[in-house]
């Protein structure tokens, strides 16, 4: 049963600490996505890449986040400093070739707590 | 201010009811996607829609796709418990970004 993995699953830092999250995308999978879910805001877009190349990151606070497929078997978000605002769950999800505008599958996400 | 809106936000029932969830937008969608999110876990995909007017049915759900392709409807026929959850909706324009609906909070009492 193919499955998006994410480490951590939770992370409790402070503030001005570097938070570094991490996704395995499904094998196969070339398209991969970062979202950031939270109660006020739901579920936001914030950088995506297909075949390990960065297509869009406008949905990301840049001065402080960045976004990077070393491999394809492995995305990283990163916020450096970390803020009390950050704190929301972050969701990787993947998508196969030619059908990630229609299928998407999500990981388990990282709740990020931020003091 | 969501891109789709999502009615209604919270929706309570008893075991056996149906319900109507909404998704409605101004723009036009290639597709439309739902989803169900149970706490502490990512969404699942329930289904994908393209095409004005299609109507999918999956088990007791049935999910259509308005003719102008700009809003969606869920319908659950017999609600169980089980069918508790934050049930989604995303519709995505010509690239691969998805539009999340804020979400409907379904809880099906037993």
């Known amino acids: 049963d193919a499955r998006v993995t994410q480490t951590p699953r939770h992370k409790v830092t402070e503030m001005g600490q570097e938070v570094t999250m991490r996704c395995q995308p499904i094998?196969?999978?070339?398209?991969v996505f970062w979202y950031r879910q939270t109660m006020m805001q739901g579920l936001e877009l914030l950088a995506y890449?297909?075949?390990?190349?960065?297509?869009?990151d406008s949905g990301m606070p840049k001065d402080r986040f960045s976004a990077e497929m070393p491999d394809a078997t492995l995305a990283t978000l990163k916020i450096q400093p970390s803020e009390p605002r950050d704190s929301a769950v972050y969701f990787c999800?993947?998508?196969?070739?030619?059908?990630?505008?229609?299928?998407?599958?999500f990981g388990p996400g990282t709740r990020l707590l931020v003091l | 201010t969501q891109l789709l809106e999502q009615s209604p936000q919270f929706l309570s029932i008893q075991e056996g009811e149906n319900l109507t969830v909404y998704c409605n937008s101004s723009?036009?969608?290639?597709?439309l996607q739902w989803y169900r999110q149970e706490p502490g876990e990512g969404p699942v995909l329930l289904v994908t829609?393209?095409?004005?007017?299609e109507v999918k049915k999956l088990k007791r759900l049935t999910f259509q796709f308005g003719d102008a392709r700009k809003d969606s409807s869920l319908h659950i026929t017999a609600a169980q418990p089980g069918d508790t959850g934050l049930y989604l909706c995303?519709?995505?324009?010509?690239?691969?970004?998805?539009?999340f609906g804020a979400g409907t909070t379904v809880t099906v009492r037993a």
């Open positions: 999800a993947s998508g196969p070739p030619g059908q990630a505008r229609k299928t998407q599958y």
């Open positions: 094998l196969g999978h070339n398209t």
């Open positions: 890449f297909r075949n390990r190349a960065p297509l869009d």
């Open positions: 723009s036009v969608f290639s597709s």
């Open positions: 829609v393209v095409t004005g007017g």
């Open positions: 995303a519709g995505a324009a010509s690239d691969y970004k998805l539009s």
